[in-house]
């Protein structure tokens, strides 16, 4: 057996980001950069609830009726105002946990999030969502990939060394 590590390192990884709480977004960042920064190729696969950080902060409401915006609406656009998954408490909850990380020493996610753009992670939305939510690509932030199917992403991840769902 030879005792070259580089056959143990993984070359790829694809990550389904579901959910745009602030305490998935996190590891969802983390994740990637640091698996671009190791030298593999990066994929993550925007859909449902996880495409609303990437709308613009200035969008207020996206979608096409009254249950699509009502959708929006219960989910509010961009990173910094992401919730947390449990502990909301109202917002304070996130507020408390971005000044636990900032303390640390710990990048938000949309640092984290810039950092995966220059880094040349691939970062994909789900095209049926988008149309399924009403979200236009013009609401979304720039530096995106082009909006993408489930079979584009299963694709991917049938090529992939590590496949996540957060």
Excluded at 32 to 47: E, I, L, Q, Y
Excluded at 81 to 108: F, I, Q, T, Y
């Amino acid at each position: 057996m030879s005792n070259d590590d580089s056959l143990d390192t993984p070359d790829s990884m694809t990550i389904i980001a579901w959910s745009g709480d602030l305490d998935k977004l996190w590891p969802t960042f983390i994740l990637a950069s640091t698996g671009a920064a190791s030298g593999m190729d990066v994929t993550v696969f925007f859909t449902f609830w996880g495409l609303f950080p990437l709308v613009k902060d200035d969008v207020r409401i996206t979608g096409y009726d009254a249950m699509t915006k009502a959708l929006a609406g219960m989910h509010a656009p961009g990173f910094k105002k992401a919730k947390l998954s449990k502990l909301n408490m109202g917002g304070s909850g996130a507020w408390m946990m971005r000044k636990v990380a900032e303390k640390n020493k710990l990048l938000p996610p949309e640092d984290l999030f810039a950092i995966c753009q220059e880094m040349n992670v691939n970062l994909w939305p789900c095209q049926m969502t988008m149309d399924l939510l009403g979200i236009k690509p013009e609401q979304m932030v720039e530096g995106l990939g082009e909006p993408v199917g489930a079979a584009t992403a299963l694709q991917k991840m049938a090529k992939s060394d590590i496949n996540l769902f957060i």
